[in-house]
């Protein structure tokens, strides 16, 4: 029987997905010759009404065009399927005579492919392909897309910093995350000493108090003329509820399709800007929320996260040829390795940043988060040095 390999993208689009994309296209093809590659517009949903693009058929100067553009090419989708979508996304795929499905994305991704491998009983191999700029994968020691964000945060906060020297001042940038505050850490990636920003991070793995955010603004502010906040979207109260509900009022919470209380939008923004200003009069305080920029910026696409990311792509093929699963990046002896993993181990889990990530009794990153930030985020920019 002829192979035929269907391709889908799901979640947020990231600055390389596309080449998870066309990774697994090209290993196709040179594996599996005269092999149908159909790619699924809209993720699952594509799947599901067989909307579907003939990518064998693309020349290779066209998927290398593809593969560095940022975003995703096919389309992406948060559809997250139940008993009989999966019922009609199965269907899907057997009208197209699907011999492999290879799902782009996070853990709701390997959710969908472990719920479809369950139901399909065997006659498809479903492959997890990594994706997510927030680095919560189980299994990976990081994941694509989340380098190539996590430089962009990196040097917003390098840049911040150097303009609050000059004009002082309180600032605070929101970063994405609603559960692992992994990006919101790289915001420390490239500080050049224990002076420079940021100098209070808040993430979703600790409670977060308004009283004690005010006072360790004002002690930051008091010792150094200035304080640079780096702040979770999903940094959440005592209780466990997001921050933005405690601090915007219901009627003006925005939700989506789910029900989850939409972290991306301004209006935590405006709410942290109005809290300091209220508590501190007097002192300069600017928020920004940077929502979707660090994700898919072109201006800031990490090599090494568009090669492994490709290399992920590559190595989905192996792991359809193995009977499916999840493929995780892992660390070892220096270098990042793609391996086969159980779908089970990663559907729906969240990997959070570590506990010895964080200082045991400030808002701020460890030595050892810095260790690993800076394995992945090789200073590009030094300020101390000439540009000469």
């Not at 093809?29 to 909307?51: E, F, I, N, S």
């Not at 995703?72 to 948060?78: E, I, K, M, N, V």
């Not at 139901?119 to 990594?130: E, K, L």
Request: aromatic share 6%.
């Amino acid at each position: 029987m002829s192979e035929t390999f269907v391709i889908a993208q799901g979640g947020g689009p990231t600055a390389v997905i596309n080449q998870t994309l066309v990774g697994t296209v090209i290993e196709t093809r040179r594996r599996y010759p005269g092999a149908r590659v159909l790619g699924a517009r809209h993720g699952v949903r594509g799947v599901r009404d067989g909307d579907f693009v003939d990518l064998a058929a693309l020349p290779d100067e066209e998927l290398q065009r593809i593969a560095a553009t940022p975003s995703a090419a096919l389309g992406s989708t948060r559809d997250k399927p139940d008993a009989g979508y999966c019922d009609a996304i199965l269907k899907g795929l057997r009208q197209a005579g699907a011999t492999a499905f290879v799902y782009i994305g996070g853990n709701d991704t390997a959710g969908t492919q472990q719920i479809l491998a369950e139901a399909a009983g065997g006659d498809i191999a479903f492959v997890h392909a990594p994706k997510t700029i927030d680095n919560d994968l189980v299994e990976s020691d990081h994941t694509p897309g989340f380098i190539s964000a996590a430089e962009f945060v990196a040097g917003a906060f390098l840049s911040i910093d150097l303009d609050f020297r000059a004009l002082p001042g309180i600032y605070v940038g929101i970063v994405m995350g609603r559960h692992a505050g992994f990006l919101t850490a790289a915001a420390a990636a490239w500080r050049q000493d224990e002076e420079s920003a940021p100098h209070l991070v808040y993430v979703p793995e600790r409670a977060f108090s308004a009283a004690r955010f005010i006072d360790d603004v004002r002690a930051v502010a008091s010792r150094h003329g200035r304080c640079v906040v780096a702040m979770s979207e999903g940094a959440a109260t005592e209780d466990g509820r997001p921050l933005v509900e405690s601090l915007v009022p219901a009627e003006r919470l925005e939700r989506d399709a789910h029900g989850n209380i939409q972290l991306s939008g301004g209006d935590l923004g405006m709410a942290v800007e109005q809290l300091l200003k209220e508590a501190i009069p007097g002192r300069r305080a600017r928020v920004d929320t940077f929502g979707y920029l660090p994700r898919g910026n072109i201006a800031t696409i990490n090599p090494t996260d568009a090669r492994e990311a490709f290399e992920a792509g590559i190595f989905a093929v192996e792991a359809a040829a193995r009977g499916g699963g999840s493929v995780a990046l892992q660390y070892e002896n220096g270098a990042t390795i793609p391996r086969l993993v159980p779908l089970a181990d990663v559907a729906g889990k969240t990997r959070h940043l570590p506990d010895d990530f964080l200082l045991p009794d400030a808002n701020q990153v460890s030595a050892r988060c810095m260790t690993y930030l800076q394995r992945l985020l090789p200073r590009r920019f030094d300020p101390a040095k000439p540009f000469v």
